[in-house]
């Protein structure tokens, strides 16, 4: 690794079109010097072409039929010339110290497999709605993660648009199997990079996380057919697990799906045995044996605070004993490292009133005293990256894209 590595941003678009500018500006406005920016257009039928023509010979623009997030991830590395390799949503905004910090982190430790960092939520606009992810005080985990991942598979890991990839270990997973990645590309690479290598976690806030009432993941509702898809990508992510650990040489994976203690990968399997018993595509579970086996992952999972294995563990119980009605209800209502989260269900009801506040506001329109809400900011504001010292957060297990 160099000691001023080449950091290509990858910006990911399939109709982001409206959106697609922001995101672009941000990576070319970095304060680091050795920056390349390639576009991935995945087949977009808006506006996209045309922002990304405006931007002329300032980005590398790669136009390609729709094949989903894993067939862009693909084409954008292809195309990549960096030494570490971030892939951009687009619709996300990168803070714009963020690849000075991931560069000072590869300098520091050129072995690094991974680096990632906190995001803060935004509204539709980009304007921080005043939640960071992970949430401080808690923690990131750092360090050499091998162990833990052979026996929980996961940790608290970010989004796709909140990491940063060594290309030499980009090279030894990718090309991601595209018909089994259309969406959550995050999960795959999250799971098998801590084998290759530590992982460093930064307490910078280095992106804005947009939420727009349709992101892939956030707000998204869980029904069966998404818990089905979920369970089967978990699946692919331990078969590749295991085969990757024993090319590597690392010790103690099983072949079998089933055997770590992944409180995710559990809770998906109880919540699809609630929702659908009858198309569950695990025919060999029964709700006993996973609330067991989902309090003992809880209960060992060395990343969780102590309130957050109380709230998972009474998860899996109160599910588990509960008639298929009522645990519908409440799998709904709240799934551990699914697409419902208290607190990101409380942002996106926030972006709708900010939305609202703003069709008031605009000229002509008649509001009343008192009907503007201002956007709390404290240090969600990603205006720029924190630079403090690892602090950490309150983790979940495996968060989604």
Not at 30 to 35: L, S, V
Not at 128 to 154: A, I, K, M, T
Not at 206 to 227: C, K, M, Q
Not at 383 to 397: F, I, K, L, M, V
Request: hydrophobic fraction near 40%; charge should be positive; aromatic fraction near 6%.
């Amino acid at each position: 690794m160099p000691l001023q590595p080449l950091i290509t941003i990858c910006v990911l678009d399939y109709n982001y079109g409206r959106f697609l500018a922001d995101a672009i500006d941000s990576a070319l406005a970095q304060d680091y010097e050795h920056i390349q920016v390639v576009v991935v257009d995945d087949g977009s039928t808006d506006e996209s072409p045309q922002v990304v023509a405006r931007y002329g010979n300032r980005v590398r623009g790669v136009r390609k039929d729709n094949g989903g997030q894993g067939s862009a991830v693909n084409a954008g590395f292809a195309a990549a010339d960096g030494d570490v390799v971030m892939f951009l949503d687009a619709d996300d905004i990168l803070s714009p110290g963020i690849a000075g910090a991931v560069a000072d982190a590869f300098a520091r430790q050129p072995g690094l497999a991974k680096v990632q960092f906190r995001m803060a939520l935004a509204d539709i606009t980009g304007e921080p709605l005043g939640l960071v992810v992970p949430p401080r005080p808690g923690q990131l985990p750092s360090g050499d993660l091998r162990d833990h991942v052979v026996r929980f598979r996961n940790y608290a890991w970010q989004p796709t648009s909140a990491n940063a990839h060594p290309a030499w270990v980009l090279r030894q997973m990718l090309p991601l199997p595209e018909a089994a990645y259309p969406t959550h590309c995050d999960s795959y690479l999250a799971e098998l990079v801590p084998l290759f290598g530590p992982v460093r976690s930064l307490d910078d806030i280095g992106l804005r996380y947009r939420l727009h009432g349709s992101n892939d993941f956030a707000g998204r509702p869980v029904t069966p057919e998404w818990i089905h898809m979920k369970l089967h990508q978990v699946s692919l992510n331990h078969a590749h697990f295991h085969a990757l650990a024993t090319r590597l040489g690392v010790n103690g994976s099983s072949p079998d799906p089933a055997a770590p203690l992944d409180a995710a990968f559990l809770a998906f399997r109880l919540a699809s045995l609630k929702l659908d018993r009858a198309r569950h595509p695990v025919p060999t579970d029964r709700s006993c044996a996973l609330v067991v086996r989902g309090v003992e992952a809880v209960l060992r999972h060395p990343h969780l605070s102590l309130k957050d294995r109380v709230r998972r563990g009474a998860w899996f119980v109160v599910v588990g004993a509960s008639p298929p009605p009522l645990a519908r209800r409440l799998i709904h209502a709240y799934l551990p490292d699914g697409p419902v989260r208290p607190r990101w269900e409380r942002a996106l009801r926030g972006v709708s009133l900010a939305q609202a506040t703003r069709r008031l506001a605009l000229p002509g329109r008649r509001h009343g005293a008192g009907s503007r809400r201002v956007l709390p900011q404290r240090e969600a504001d990603a205006g720029g990256a924190s630079r403090a010292r690892d602090r950490g957060t309150e983790p979940s297990a495996r968060p989604g894209s």
